[in-house]
């Protein structure tokens, strides 16, 4: 693949492309915005272009430093980030000792994955190494919420804003796989702008889950469904998938349909939805809504996603979460 190849970020490809060209390449780039739009593998094209024994403006894909980077070998790029977790400052004291002449006489490149997930530790030896980059050295941080960047860092770098994903471009996608257009329509529209678990959401064994898991939490809001019985659907629905099983996952889902709720049921806009498959629910169900619950509930989703980006106890804060949701709808 080359930056050519990157969709719906053309704004981003441009920029790359004529800094490329011009041998302008600045020694930090934050490259933010939802997962799934291309971010890390943007971060990877660049650095493969700035490697490239062919190329100018982008990457051949094929000479020798492409195929070492592709296969995450090239002694010129380092990656950090990608686990799970924050990062640490043990990572970056590593990319930091691993920091020597670009071989070939080209570019380092350290690309940070997830950077806006650092510990204040990590933050703060990052800066001391952001300061005065080497020579040629090329730092690209790729965050969700660059706000959580502190600002000492962000003021340094270039930042290339990533937009969501075309609910078209997606529905165009998935319809490919075989999907009926009703099913590409539901997931164009829970893919949120992202491609990055298309294929997950491609799965009508998945979408059947889905739904069923959707109802439960409505029900769950009408204070029909008790903790453990919406946990039991949980579990059924996210299964062994790691993408899914995890509890910032699980109140971006609620997130949505909060939203869904207020724009059916007080906007009565039923064409920005997200869960279009749960609207004969929301309908029926909620014909009558109590605004200030349901802006108590909100409130309680967004603390408890707040406290997931610095807390690793993932079960206990989404059991405190939905115990709290629980005195709310009662």
């Given at each position: 693949?080359?930056?050519?190849?990157?969709?719906?970020?053309?704004?981003?490809?441009?920029?790359?492309?004529?800094?490329?060209?011009?041998?302008?390449?600045?020694?930090?780039?934050?490259?933010?915005?939802?997962?799934?739009?291309?971010?890390?593998?943007?971060?990877?094209?660049?650095?493969?272009?700035?490697?490239?024994?062919?190329?100018?403006?982008?990457?051949?894909?094929?000479?020798?430093?492409?195929?070492?980077?592709?296969?995450?070998?090239?002694?010129?790029?380092?990656?950090?980030?990608?686990?799970?977790?924050?990062?640490?400052?043990?990572?970056i004291r590593n990319m930091i000792n691993a920091s020597f002449v670009p071989v070939n006489n080209r570019y380092r490149v350290n690309i940070i994955d997830n950077s806006d997930r650092s510990t204040s530790e990590a933050f703060n030896s990052m800066l001391k190494?952001?300061?005065?980059?080497?020579?040629?050295?090329?730092?690209?941080?790729?965050?969700?919420?660059?706000?959580?960047?502190?600002?000492?860092?962000?003021?340094?770098?270039?930042?290339?804003?990533?937009?969501?994903?075309?609910?078209?471009?997606?529905?165009?996608?998935?319809?490919?796989?075989?999907?009926?257009?009703?099913?590409?329509?539901?997931?164009?529209?829970?893919?949120?702008?992202?491609?990055?678990?298309?294929?997950?959401?491609?799965?009508?064994?998945?979408?059947?889950?889905?739904?069923?898991?959707?109802?439960?939490?409505?029900?769950?809001?009408?204070?029909?469904?008790?903790?453990?019985?919406?946990?039991?659907?949980?579990?059924?629905?996210?299964?062994?998938?790691?993408?899914?099983?995890?509890?910032?996952?699980?109140?971006?889902?609620?997130?949505?349909?909060?939203?869904?709720?207020?724009?059916?049921?007080?906007?009565?806009?039923?064409?920005?939805?997200?869960?279009?498959?749960?609207?004969?629910?929301?309908?029926?169900?909620?014909?009558?809504?109590?605004?200030?619950?349901?802006?108590?509930?909100?409130?309680?989703?967004?603390?408890?996603?707040?406290?997931?980006?610095?807390?690793?106890?993932?079960?206990?804060?989404?059991?405190?979460?939905?115990?709290?949701?629980?005195?709310?709808?009662?």
């Amino acid at each position: 693949m080359a930056l050519e190849d990157i969709k719906g970020q053309d704004h981003i490809v441009k920029y790359l492309k004529n800094i490329l060209r011009k041998d302008r390449i600045p020694p930090m780039l934050l490259l933010s915005g939802r997962k799934g739009t291309g971010r890390f593998l943007a971060a990877t094209m660049f650095a493969k272009a700035l490697n490239c024994a062919n190329s100018i403006d982008d990457c051949c894909d094929k000479c020798k430093s492409c195929v070492a980077i592709e296969h995450t070998v090239h002694p010129n790029v380092v990656v950090i980030g990608r686990e799970e977790g924050a990062v640490q400052i043990e990572n970056i004291r590593n990319m930091i000792n691993a920091s020597f002449v670009p071989v070939n006489n080209r570019y380092r490149v350290n690309i940070i994955d997830n950077s806006d997930r650092s510990t204040s530790e990590a933050f703060n030896s990052m800066l001391k190494y952001l300061e005065e980059p080497p020579e040629r050295t090329v730092n690209i941080l790729i965050a969700e919420m660059a706000e959580l960047l502190p600002e000492t860092i962000r003021s340094r770098a270039v930042e290339l804003k990533f937009r969501p994903i075309s609910t078209a471009f997606i529905k165009g996608t998935v319809k490919k796989t075989g999907l009926s257009d009703e099913d590409a329509e539901i997931v164009s529209k829970i893919a949120n702008g992202s491609m990055e678990k298309i294929k997950l959401f491609s799965s009508k064994d998945f979408l059947k889950k889905r739904k069923i898991f959707i109802e439960y939490l409505l029900k769950f809001f009408l204070d029909e469904v008790i903790v453990s019985k919406l946990l039991e659907e949980w579990n059924n629905f996210s299964g062994n998938n790691s993408s899914m099983k995890n509890a910032k996952e699980f109140f971006d889902i609620l997130s949505t349909l909060l939203q869904d709720i207020l724009f059916v049921s007080v906007l009565h806009d039923t064409e920005h939805i997200t869960n279009v498959d749960a609207l004969g629910f929301i309908a029926a169900k909620f014909v009558f809504v109590d605004q200030y619950k349901l802006h108590k509930i909100y409130d309680v989703v967004l603390e408890k996603k707040q406290a997931l980006l610095t807390n690793a106890m993932q079960q206990y804060i989404l059991l405190d979460g939905l115990f709290k949701i629980k005195e709310v709808v009662r």
